[in-house]
Nanobody, 111 residues
C-alpha cells in the first residue's frame, strides 16, 4: 500500500478550471487502478474517474467531457484536470488506490 496526498483544491468560480494532484509515497507503476472519488455535504461518496496502469480511463456520467484523469508513473502522481466547473462539483475529492485513500482536498465552486 502507498500513502496518498492530494493537493490543488480551491475556491473557483463556475466555469473555471482546476487541476488536482495525488502524490503517492511509493511507486505507482505496478498499481493497476487508481482513481478519484468525491463526497459532497449530505451526499454519498461517488466515483468520479479512474485509470488503469495501461491508461484506460472511466468517468462518471456527470463529469464526462469536463474532467480528465491521467497518471505520471515517473512522478508517482495521478492528476484530475477539471474544466467547466459547476456548483454541483463542490465536494471533498479523494484519491484512491487499492487499500489506500488520501485525506482529501476541498473543491468549492461558487461565485
Amino acid at each position: 500500500q502507498v500513502q496518498l496526498v492530494e493537493s490543488g483544491g480551491s475556491l473557483v468560480q463556475p466555469g473555471g478550471s482546476l487541476r488536482l494532484s495525488c502524490a503517492a509515497s511509493g511507486s505507482i507503476f505496478s498499481i493497476n487502478y487508481m482513481g478519484w472519488y468525491r463526497q459532497a455535504p449530505g451526499k454519498q461518496r461517488e466515483l468520479v474517474a479512474g485509470i488503469t496502469s495501461g491508461g484506460r480511463t472511466d468517468y462518471a456520467d456527470n463529469v464526462k467531457g469536463r474532467f480528465t484523469i491521467s497518471r505520471d508513473n515517473a512522478k508517482n502522481t495521478v492528476y484530475l484536470q477539471m474544466y467547466s466547473l459547476k456548483p454541483e462539483d463542490t465536494a471533498v475529492y479523494y484519491c484512491i488506490s487499492p487499500g489506500s485513500w488520501g485525506q482529501g482536498t476541498q473543491v468549492t465552486v461558487s461565485s
